[in-house]
């Protein structure tokens, strides 16, 4: 039986990238935003006495800051400099509605 996916997300991502800097712009911008989401939700876990589930989520933290590391050197690399995020021309949009999230 194959396995079905449905998609989570309320709508597709709005604007195009125009340049690389705007690229690593926005890879810093997401994995940040990751970053902190799964910190929330570490918190939120503990909160609730899931310590197992708190664990995980402040391991993902962990795994989403060092992709923010792995952005700052790329664009560092290609670019000779950190991602500028003024160069995020627009907001992203909501990855889970609220009822999803709880």
């Known amino acids: 039986m194959p396995l079905l996916r449905t998609s989570l997300q309320k709508s597709e991502p709005a604007g195009t990238l125009q340049s690389l800097d705007e690229f690593f712009a926005l890879a810093d911008a997401m994995e940040r935003e990751a970053a902190e989401r799964y910190t929330g939700l570490a918190n939120d ?13 402040t391991q993902l933290a962990a795994a989403e800051r060092e992709h ?28 889970f509605d609220s009822e999803t999230a709880a």
Do not use: I, Y
Request: charge should be negative; charged fraction near 20%; aromatic fraction near 8%.
């Open 68 to 95: 923010v590391d792995s952005v700052a050197r790329w664009s560092q690399s290609h670019l000779g400099k950190a991602p500028d995020p003024a160069l995020v021309r627009w907001n992203a949009p909501e990855t």
């Open 45 to 57: 876990m503990q909160v609730q006495d899931k310590h197992d589930l708190a664990t995980v989520f």
